[in-house]
């Protein structure tokens, strides 16, 4: 049943590449595009995008992979880029799949979607897939040949910010002083702030569009968060209670044009820790200074 599994994936991942009207505006990058090669002993650059005549070779490149690659991809995982289409991941789930197809998808992030199979995964719910793509490549199609000057500017700039106009992911900045059991260590203890985070007293809101946290920042104050601040799509922390806020971090949230972030709100600002809190666990820890 795995190994069925694992074929429908190949079936999807060979759909899409393979097929001239669908990777114009799809593809289903695999280990050569997703794992640098330094982290890919192996040298293989693909887990089988074509269904190949003999399936066992193709396994056997899998199991190949996963016993000497550091990083690997799953197998039932497919990633479908879309960048070309001009939409980003949230609105092709929402309003092109979901809406109109009745497609789900277990994740998103600014450019792509993921697919994933599973022992009860059919052959007719793969080649239901592969029609709805089509389906929408010939859309998309129609909606191009029919433009005007000006709206094939603005598909040519929304293709650009999915691309090349990305926002930088920012690096871990660290966690401050009162979260880690020692100066000299970088690890950090989350369960105290996230605690500490339970009253009210010891948060502040601060907004990011106001300028209220950078003109903090630029005061030399360091700002901590107070909570997880997680950008929907793809669903991942940029920042964890008992982080110190960097100017990279600030310039990436800046530049996120989704409106779903959790633990954020634009109205109300970006909820960090009073000094005054910071101070009393510093005491309490014995940590200095905050």
């Not at 192996?42 to 005549?53: L, N």
């Not at 022992?119 to 010939?138: C, H, P, Q």
């Not at 929907?232 to 008992?242: A, N, T």
Request: with cysteine.
């Amino acid at each position: 049943m795995m190994e069925g599994a694992i074929q429908s994936a190949m079936a999807v991942r060979s759909a899409v590449n393979s097929d001239p009207r669908l990777n114009r505006y799809f593809s289903c990058p695999g280990p050569a595009e997703m794992i640098p090669i330094q982290y890919r002993p192996s040298g293989i650059t693909a887990y089988a995008e074509e269904t190949a005549a003999d399936p066992d070779s193709e396994f056997a490149k899998i199991e190949q992979a996963w016993s000497t690659d550091e990083f690997v991809l799953d197998p039932t995982r497919v990633t479908l880029y879309l960048a070309q289409t001009g939409i980003d991941g949230y609105t092709f789930r929402n309003d092109w799949l979901m809406a109109k197809h009745d497609i789900q998808v277990n994740k998103t992030s600014l450019n792509s979607v993921l697919f994933l199979t599973n022992i009860g995964t059919t052959f007719s719910s793969v080649a239901y897939l592969k029609e709805v793509l089509l389906r929408i490549a010939d859309e998309l199609d129609a909606i191009r040949d029919d433009a005007s000057h000006v709206q094939a500017r603005l598909h040519r700039a929304a293709v650009a910010r999915l691309t090349s106009e990305l926002p930088p992911l920012p690096d871990f900045s660290e966690f401050h002083e009162a979260f880690r059991p020692s100066p000299a260590t970088p690890e950090g203890d989350m369960r105290t702030p996230f605690f500490l985070a339970y009253n009210e007293d010891n948060i502040e809101y601060l907004r990011i569009a106001d300028g209220e946290v950078d003109d903090a920042m630029a005061s030399g104050r360091r700002l901590v968060a107070a909570r997880f601040v997680i950008p929907y799509p793809p669903g991942f922390p940029i920042l964890v209670p008992g982080q110190v806020v960097s100017a990279d971090i600030l310039a990436f949230m800046k530049k996120l044009d989704i409106t779903e972030i959790h633990g954020y709100r634009e109205e109300l600002g970006l909820p960090v820790f009073t000094q005054q809190a910071l101070e009393q666990v510093s005491i309490a820890l014995g940590s200095g200074t905050p």
